[in-house]
C-alpha cells in the first residue's frame, strides 16, 4: 500500500474571497505507517482528511491510493469520525457488520470476520448492547473495528479522542494503540494535541496555522508501548511544540492568506 499526497490544494471561496485552507501539500505513507497530523485549530487537518476520504475534491493535486487517483469514497479507505458517529440505534454487532452489509459482503464471511474484530477489540459478550450503554473506551474500539471492518488500506481518524476529558484520552490513547498493534492497518489520525502525536505516531507530520503547508515531517523513533516520562519523549513534545509556536509568533494574526477574487 501506498498512498501518496501529490500538491494538493484547497480554496474554499465566501463571496468575492478566496481561502486557500491548503497550499501545494505533497507527501507519502508506507504500508502499516501510523501518521500523526497535528496542527493548530483552523489549519487545515479535516479538510485534508476529508479530501484523501474523497469526501470533497481538491482545488488543485491529487491523491493516489496505491496508484489510483481517489475521486470519491471507496472501501480502501476507513474513516473514524470525531465522537465515534456508531449509529445510536443500532447495537455493537449491527453497528459493525453495517459496512459489510452495504458492501455485499456474504452471511458467512460477515459473520466470520465480525467474530474476529469482536475478538480483537475485546468486545465479546458486548455485541447486543446498544453504543449509549457502552463505556468510552468501547465506543471507541466498536467504531475502530467498525473502519477496519471492509478491511481498509488506510484507516483516516479525526480527532478520534477530541471530545474525553484528558486522563481519559490518555487510557484511550493505549488502546487504541493496542489495538493498532494488533492489524497494523496504515493510519492518518489528525490531532492537535502534541503529546498525543508523539505517544500513537510514528511519524508526525506538522501543518502550519496558516495556509495549511507542511512545517515539520518527522518519524518518532521511540520503542512502543511509549513512556511518557521519559526524557527523549519528553524532547519530542519540546520540539514539535516549539515548532508550533513559532509558527504562530510568525504569524500572529493567524489570518488565512486572503485574495481578492474578481469574480465578476
Ligand atoms: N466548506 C467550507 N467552506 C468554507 N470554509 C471552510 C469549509 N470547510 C472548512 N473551511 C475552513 O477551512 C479552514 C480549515 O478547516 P478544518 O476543519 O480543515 O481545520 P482543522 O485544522 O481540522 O481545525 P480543528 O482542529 O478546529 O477541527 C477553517 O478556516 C474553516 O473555516
Request: charged letters at 25%.
Amino acid at each position: 500500500m501506498e498512498l501518496r499526497v501529490e500538491n494538493l490544494s484547497k480554496v474554499f471561496v465566501i463571496g468575492t474571497v478566496a481561502y486557500t485552507v491548503l497550499k501545494e501539500l505533497t507527501f507519502s505513507v508506507h504500508e502499516g505507517q501510523f501518521v500523526a497530523l497535528l496542527g493548530p485549530s483552523g489549519c487545515g487537518k479535516t479538510t485534508l482528511l476529508t479530501i484523501i476520504a474523497g469526501f470533497q475534491a481538491a482545488s488543485g493535486g491529487r491523491v493516489l491510493v496505491n496508484g489510483r487517483q481517489v475521486t470519491r469514497p471507496g472501501p480502501d479507505r476507513g474513516f473514524v469520525f470525531q465522537n465515534y458517529a456508531l449509529f445510536p440505534w443500532m447495537t455493537v454487532r449491527d453497528n459493525i457488520l453495517f459496512p459489510m452489509k452495504q458492501r455485499r459482503v456474504p452471511a458467512p464471511e460477515r459473520e466470520r470476520r465480525l467474530k474476529e474484530l469482536l475478538a480483537m477489540a475485546q468486545l465479546e459478550g458486548k455485541e447486543r448492547l446498544y453504543p449509549h450503554q457502552l463505556s468510552g473506551g468501547m465506543k471507541q474500539r466498536t467504531a475502530f473495528v467498525r473502519a477496519l471492518a471492509g478491511r481498509p488500506e488506510v484507516l483516516l481518524m479525526d480527532e478520534p479522542l477530541g471530545a474525553v476529558d484528558h486522563q481519559m484520552r490518555q487510557t484511550l490513547q493505549e488502546e487504541l494503540e493496542a489495538l493498532w498493534l494488533k492489524d497494523k492497518t496504515t493510519v492518518i489520525m489528525v490531532t492537535h494535541d502534541v503529546d498525543e502525536a508523539v505517544y500513537l505516531g510514528d511519524r508526525v507530520i506538522v501543518m502550519s496555522a496558516r495556509e495549511g503547508r507542511i512545517i515539520e515531517d518527522t518519524p518518532i523513533s521511540l520503542p512502543r508501548p511509549r513512556d511518557r516520562k521519559s526524557k527523549r519523549y519528553g524532547k519530542y513534545k519540546e520540539h514539535l511544540a516549539g515548532i508550533l509556536k513559532n509558527d504562530v509568533v510568525r504569524d500572529p494574526d493567524l489570518l488565512r492568506q486572503e485574495s481578492r477574487l474578481s469574480l465578476a
